[in-house]
């Protein structure tokens, strides 16, 4: 019975979080997400991060294509919590994550590029 529960929860909360835009920016880290107009999906790694062709724009998340994973040095994708059209699966929160989200929020705003 107690393993119903649990799986029906989960469905629930996967049809809430399949919506982006009813999500506040920042997801978790290993949130598996794919982008407007992309066929692979992405799974994120980090926060908060500038590239090479322009250091003045911090872009919302990094990661890598789902599910091959860091298979290139040279390949790490950067984008925006806007460009997300869909979220297949949420990361692990805690309550250190929530505290480092509040963090990261304030970061953002010191910094905005």
Not at 29 to 55: D, E, H, M, P
Not at 93 to 99: A, F, G, I, P, Y
């Amino acid at each position: 019975m107690e393993r119903k529960k649990q799986m029906s929860s989960i469905k629930k909360e996967n049809t809430k979080t399949s919506n982006p835009v009813a999500r506040k920016k920042y997801l978790p880290i290993g949130t598996v997400v794919r982008l407007k107009s992309a066929k692979k999906r992405l799974f994120i790694t980090g926060f908060c991060v500038t590239g090479n062709s322009n250091k003045n724009k911090i872009w919302d998340y990094c990661g890598y294509i789902y599910p091959e994973g860091n298979i290139r040095t040279d390949i790490l994708c950067m984008f925006d919590h806007s460009q997300i059209e869909k979220i297949y699966h949420l990361g692990y929160e805690n309550e250190e994550e929530k505290v480092f989200k509040h963090q990261l929020k304030e970061y953002k705003k010191r910094n905005k590029a």
